[in-house]
């Protein structure tokens, strides 16, 4: 067809990986990501824990040069841009925020970015309320220190905070790297299920905003949910949650997902997958939604051992081999329903073994992979 696009990929992107003080208060001095993928230890035989990355580079995203080998990397074998998880609590706190201001601020670093807001609160494990991630289980333990359920708390606030969101947002938004669509700067909403009607209110104003601005709107994009609630149009499938990690999406598979996960947690076993099966599913799961407004994406591998102990979630029997395959189909689908970016789960995500970026085990052949996938599919 004429008339189908390029593809771009966009791999997701986690800044967890340079001091903040709120960490060191939380889990310990020094903690970042790599604190937890160290520390992992392999619960079979055939599991490969700890992960290690390529010549021990256990970077430091507070230094851009750390930033400019990523860059480097993900140019070369592929990628168009990253995919930064945003972490905006309220106008008083944002976190890990450094690695996002680095490359904004050095406008030689040539690489294409957008936000995923993870619009969640941070709490302790046994801290029970809605809408709230344990960010690192395998280390939250009580302390007589800091034993707060509560760490980071979401509050949207009223239009002034809203302002001062943006207004935070604002400069990124104009950088000519920051992407946008008919001149509408892309904003990922991770959870629109977390009090939908104030999101939409939130980007309704956004957009008025962005248009004051220049820009003609906002493009906002929600991670696509079982009940379809989203604050606009279009939708991104997040996987390999959507397809696989969370059952077909119907309400008896997903009872019967949870309950299963419910009887492991309690007798200490994690949840296993496989992981061919997993793409299987997620390249049928795009299949059927055709013209849909809504994003595909993939996903590299997956197990969290490192945050999370036997509550792990694995996805067993990995390989590049496999992932360029199914990848390879993906982007394919992709580009015959007209839709031109695919994201990718993930560039750096080590703590849930979903990582691009290369390591002792499989050295470059996932980046390999992609840039075969890439050439193949855009016949370049």
Known sequence: MLNEPKIKIIANYLPQFHRIPENDRWWGEGFTDWVGVKNARSLYKWQTQP????????????????????????????????????????????????????????????????????NVSWKRTWEKIKNANDYAPAFDVSNEGDNKGILAELNYGNREDW?????????????????K?????????????????ILKEM???????ARDEGFDG??????????????????????????????????VSKALVKM???????????????????WKRVIKTASKLGKQKIYYSGFVGFDDTARRGRKARIIKGDSPEIFGKYF??????????????????????????????????????????????VKSVNGE
């Open 260 to 278: 299963k996960r419910n009887i492991n947690r309690k007798i200490g076993k994690p949840d296993l997958y496989l992981y061919e099966d997993c």
């Open 203 to 209: 980007f309704k104003y956004w957009d008025l905003l």
């Open 163 to 179: 302002k001062k969101h943006f207004d935070y947002l604002l400069p990124f938004f104009k950088d000519g790297r920051y992407i």
């Open 218 to 251: 906002m493009f906002t994009i929600s991670r696509a949910n079982i009940a379809r609630e989203i604050v606009n149009e279009y939708e991104v499938l997040y996987e390999p949650g959507y397809s696989s990690l969370e059952g077909d999406k119907n309400i």
């Open 51 to 118: 992960r290690v990355p390529l010549n021990d580079y256990y970077y430091d995203l507070s230094d851009i040069n750390a930033i400019k080998w990523q860059v480097n990397l993900a140019k070369k074998y592929g990628i168009y841009g990253f995919g930064i998880y945003h972490y905006w609590f309220n106008s008083e706190q944002i976190l890990l925020q450094k690695p996002a201001e680095l490359l904004r601020d050095n406008e030689n670093i040539n690489m294409n970015y957008l936000f995923i807001w993870d």
């Open 181 to 197: 669509v008919n001149n509408k700067p892309v904003f990922v909403i991770f959870n629109p299920r977390n009090n939908i009607s």
């Open 328 to 373: 390879t189909k993906l982007l394919r689908i992709s580009k015959s329903h007209g839709k031109d970016y695919v994201f990718l789960t993930a560039w750096n995500e080590w703590g849930e073994g979903a990582y691009l970026e290369p390591d002792a085990r499989f050295g470059m052949a996932y980046l390999e992979a992609v840039k075969r996938a």
